[in-house]
Structures are given as structure tokens and as C-alpha cells.
């Protein structure tokens, strides 16, 4: 029974940041707290929308949140993300048994060799 505890939180953890502009949320409060106002222009999405995505995360325990003023101030949870240690590694985000490197630059994926890629059709 236990593990399937552990698994469900788990999977809630990598649910509160398996979408998009989630992932892009993380990447800039990798590089420090924001508020809810910079964060959505930022990411370019209104700020009802990224109190959404914002309070998602909180409640799968992945961001904290501070009163500053009016102002809320979010930053990634410590038991959850460490800051890098090398120059191209802006932190490591650990999801339970799961660890996400986060780079300073996106990396395409791999293509493993002899794979054939699909070209988009030219226009006539």
C-alpha cells in the first residue's frame, strides 16, 4: 500500500508540471523568485490564467508562495529544486524518484542515427 501512496504523490508532483506553460513558468523562477504580474508577461499569458497554473504547482507543494505588500512573490520549493552547480545547468527540479535537469539553453532532443525525420511538404 505504501508504494502506491508514494507512486499517486508522485505522479501528482510530475501532473503539477507536465504542461507547457508550467514548464516555462519553472524555467524563470529557476532563475529566482517573481511575482504573479512578471511571471505572466513574462510567459505572455493574462494573469488569471497564471494564478492558475501558479496555484497548481503551490498545491503539489512544487512552489512556495510570500506576501510582499500587495504583491505575491513565488519562488520553486527548496525540497524540490536545487540550484546548478555548472555554467550550462540552471537547477535540478526532484519529483520523488524523478530528477529533471534544467539547462540554461533548450536542447533538441536526440535523434538516434538512421532515423528518418519529417519534412514539412513544401507550398506550390
Known sequence: MTEFVAARKVAALLAAVAEPTRLRVLWQLAEGPKNVGNLADLVGIKMV??????????????LEDEQDGRRVIYKLHADVFTPGTAPDVLGVLTLGQFRIVMHTKPESPPVPPGTKTRRKAAKK
Not at 49 to 62: E, I, T
Open 49 to 62: 490564467n497564471m494564478s492558475h497554473h501558479l496555484g497548481v504547482m503551490r498545491q503539489a507543494g512544487v
